[in-house]
Every structure is written in C-alpha cells, then in structure tokens.
C-alpha cells in the first residue's frame, strides 16, 4: 500500500499542482539545490546504515523531491540522475519494485514538465507508459494528457479535441473498467486531465451538444474513481478540483454565473476538507476563477481587488503577464477608460508574442527531441532486426543440437532396453532349466526312494515273515519247555522286526510322493518370489495333497512355464496387489487356478499394452493344449481367474 499511495502522490500532487495552477517561483535555486544534496546524501545513508527499508527510502525520496519541486527548484537531467541513482539501483534490483519505476520517470517527467521542456517531457512520458505495460495497465494515458498541455498552452484546441476523438471509445469504457476494477485509479485521474482542456475547447467552438457529453463521461469517470476503496486522500482533493473545475466550465458557458459562484464556495471549502494535504496552491486558481467571474458580472469594484490579489500573489510568475494585463485592459473597458484599455492590451499582445515565441522555440525543440526519438527508434529496429536474426539461428542450432541429443539418447534408451530384455530371457532360461533339473533330481530322488521301500517290502519283510513263519512252526513241534520259551522270544523279536520292516517300506513309499509335492511347491514360491517381491504384492499358494502324484515331469514343467507365463502378463498388465495360485486334483483332472485383483482384460480393447497381454494369453493356451487341456478366463474390473483343466489319464 505505501508503494501505491508514494507512486501516486508522485503522479497528482506535482502534476496537478503545475498542471491547472502554473506555479513558478524562482529564489534561491542555487542553494536549495546544495541543500538537495545534503538531504539526499543524508538519505542515502540511512538505507545503506539499514535504518530504511526500500519501500520507506522510495517515500522519503518522492516526498525531498516533490518539495524541491512545490519550492520552483528545477533541476538539469544530469543533476536529477545523480540526486536518484540509488533510487534507480533499488527500483531495477527486484521486479516487486515495478511501480517504483514507474515513479522515478514520473519525476523525471514532472521536471521537464513544469519548466516548459516539452520534448524531454514527451520522452518520459512515453517511458512512463513502456513501464506502465510492463505494470499490466495497457492504456495509461500519460502521453495523450501532455500533448493536450502541449496544446492547451500552444492554444491549439483543434488539436485536443483531436486527440480526444482518437481515445473517446477507450475513455468512455473507463467508468465501467474503473468499477470493474480492470483500470487503475491514476488512469482515471489522467482521462480526467484530458476531459477539461478537451471541454474547454468544445466551449470556445460553441458546440453545446459536445460540451454537455464531454462533461458527462467525466462526471463518471470522477464518480467512478471516488468510488474505489484504494483511493488515497491525495487523488480525493485531485478528483474533487477537476470535477468542480469541469463544472465550472459548463456553468460558464450555460452564462449561470450564480452557480460559478457556488462551485469557487466549494472550492475554497477543499482547503479545510483536505487540510491535511497542501492545498496552497487552490488559491492561485480561485482568484483567476473569480476574476472571470466577476468580468461576466461586470462588477468592477471586485474585480480590481481580485487583480490586485493576482498580481501581488507570491505565486504569479512572467508567465502570467500577459494574462494579467488582459485583465487590467478589461477592467478600464468596464469602467470607460478605453485609453487605458488599449495600453494594457498592447502590453498584453506583446506579452503575448514573446510568449508566442518561446513556445515556437519548445515546438523546435520538441521536434527536435521527436526527431532525435525517431531516429534513434530507426537505429534501434535495425539492431533489433539483426538481434532477431542472431536470436533465429542461435535458436536454431540450439534445437538441432537438442533434437541430435534426444535422438542420440534415446537410442541407447532403447539399446539399453533390449539389452535388459534379452538378459531377463536367458535369465528366465536359466531360471527354467534350473527348475527342470531340479524337478528331474526329485524325480530321481522319488523313484529311487519308491524302488527302496518296494524292496524293503518285497525282499527284507518277505523273509523276516519266512523266518518267523519257521520259528512258529519249531515252536509248536518241539516239547521242550525251555526252548519253546526261546523260540516263542525268538518269534516276538521277529514280528516286531517283521512290522518295523513293513512300515518303514510305507513310509518311504509314501514320503517320496509327499517330497515331490513339497519340491513342486518349492519352485512355484521360487518363481513367484523372484517375480512378485513381498513388499509389493500379497501371494497366497495352495497345493492339495496327492494332486501331483500322477503327473510325470515334463507336464510339471509345462505347468510351471504356464504360471511363469501368467505372472508376467500380472506384472506388466494387471496393476494388482494380491496373487493365489491354487492346483488340485477333481474327477481325474489336475486343476489350476491363478487369479489376481488387478484391473482385468477387455476382449474389445485394442491398445498395445492389451495386445500383448493377449499374446500372452495365446501361449498359455498354447501350452495347455498341448497337454490335451482346457483354458477358460473370467475378467472383469476387480481381476482376472485363469482356470486350467489338464486329465491326468
């Protein structure tokens, strides 16, 4: 908020003040100019010490300059620059600081303003508007309303009704973007500027109909302004002035002098409303506003005490001569002393001549300064013209080099990913073959295990049932007690020996088909395990018992190359977080289930990544039907079941 109100304290209170009430006081240049220094040295050290932030050293800075300015200190460029090159520093440091360049051209341009250096006026102006867009704010209106001073003091009043054609359509927009909060209170203030030299060209043309819309679109644009919330009181007193300076005119030119009298009441009010603003300069206005009134009234008395007023006031400068003995020439006309009169006219005309000949020597200068600008703008698009060619062919091979890079990097992507593709293949090769062996170990281990425990039953149970056959029939021939105690001991030993014997060639039957289970259980968890690591998936692994006794090896290997085959089409395609794989014996046929709660399949879909899980699915059904079975595939959006039917005759 304190760069907004600095900015357009910056912007109104030098402006207005010089703009509509030509302040020109000239005592002591030299040594308030000394005195600048010191205050601006003294500044300056304070924020280098750290006792300012930027945003108070901007406000402090603005407020030195104004008053040097209210004080009729004018300063050359050079002078200027050295007094704000820390300003320029801090303002260029940080782009939060745009509104504060806007500010330091606005003293620039207030400089050259008051002191009737219109060329360099224009030059800042329109470098006020360059960083105005740079603000956001497109139309700011800065050297629109200094050519209309240009005009107005050139008497040119064609020339700004112009110019006022030119922007009508935008100014009469502004009310609604002012309420809309599209458009920035200073724009309004600046439109405002340009409404009333605009009116009083209307006025002196006698276009009635003119005057009334003109006065209009600038009550709107006033009201518009006062409306915003984040209006400051400095743009409140400006607002005000200009509005009763607008309706001054009109009630001039509608010959309501009754009514200019009221509006000057008013304005000398401003000065008590708004006494906590410099308002000093009111006065100088409202004595010229009461001398013409008093000339419509044709009330002699009070007009000689309003020219006295004005010639004596501390503010009347050598640019009001020729005005002041206008009025002079008037009042003795209004008395009869036509003799007189014509004096103060011809004092008034060559007043008025020299004025007119050193505005030819600003309207020189100012087409100097354009033409030295138009130059320069030449000079600066040839520049600008070969830059943009440099820029072209820099952007050019930059993206060349870009485009050969990506290419040269994403080959060796690609190199890189066959690479891991075929050694994931021998990998999974490897893996398989592994598997196989280690299936034809437990096959072996399975047989040889069934072969020793056949024998143990067929061959060592046989003849210890021989042997205690034989023992049992020495028992029962012979009659001595003695040894048929022994060899009824005997044929004891031998019937335990007989039963151990027997369940021993069981269990070794037996465990062999139990181990086999085991180990095929062991490699599907040896695949799984590999493929779906635990902190990514959910597994759960089932195998009934005995369902495998009837499957030789090759047919397990095939049913392991399946379920490898349908973890991969889950890894790749079916985003699922838990996998079961359950096998089991039912009515003759080994059953296998793997079933996943990923995103599921669509027969319909014909994307890449569903074509190869469709691949995939063609070669477990491949596999299958090579082992005479069946493959059916439920799928929706909660998963996938694979379910797959081998006979085991």
Known sequence: MKSRFHLFFNIFYIFCLFALFMVNSQ??????????????????GDYHAGHLSAEHYFAKADSLVHQLFSEGKHFETKE????????EDIAWSKSEYQRSRISYYFLFFNNARMFKKKGASMYYAEKITAEYKKYGEEHPLVEQLQKCKIYQEQRLYSRIIDLFKGEKKYLETLPKLLEQNRADESVGLNALYILSPTLTGYVKINDTAAVQQTARLA??????????????????????????DIEYSVANFERRYKDTKKLLNQMEVLKTTYKDQATNFIDINLIRFRIE??????????????????????????????????????????????????????????????LQANLMTESSDLLYAYTQAEHS???????????QQRTFWLVFISSALSILILAIYLVLVYRDKKAKERIAVLNDAANMQIIAMEEAKHQAVREEQQRLGQDLHDGLSSSIAAIRHQLEVLSMDTI??????????LQAETELAYKVSRNKSHEWFNAADKQQEQSFEKQIK????????????????????????????????????IIQEAITNIIKHAKAKNVAILIYEEENDLILTISDDGVGLSENKTSNNNGKSMMGLVSIRRRVQSLDGETNIHSDSKGTEVTISIPLV
Do not use: C
């Open 27 to 44: 005592t002591a240049i030299g040594q308030s100019k000394t005195n600048a220094q010191k205050e601006f040295k003294k500044l300056d």
């Open 526 to 561: 040896l695949l799984t395990d590999r493929s779906l690591p635990d902190n990514r998936y959910s597994k759960t692994i089932q195998i009934d018992d005995k369902s495998l006794v009837n499957v030789n090896t090759d047919k397990r290997i095939t049913i392991l190359r």
């Open 377 to 387: 703008a030449i000079a600066l698009q040839k520049a600008e013209k070969i830059k």
């Open 80 to 87: 200027l620059v050295d007094l704000l090159a820390l300003y």
């Open 293 to 354: 009134t008093y000339l419509n009234l044709k009330n002699p008395d009070s007009l000689r005490n309003y020219i006295n007023k004005y010639e004596t006031s501390p503010n009347f400068g050598k640019s009001q001569s020729a005005d002041l003995a206008e009025f002079k020439a008037k009042l003795q006309a209004l008395e009869g002393n036509y003799k007189e009169a014509n004096t103060y006219l011809a004092a008034a005309l060559g007043h008025e001549r020299d």
């Open 480 to 489: 001595d007690v003695s040894l048929k105690n022994k060899l009824n001991m």
């Open 219 to 244: 009550r709107e644009i006033g009201t518009a302004i006062k409306r915003k919330p984040q209006i400051t009181r400095t743009q409140l007193l400006y607002t005000d002035i200009l509005m009763i």
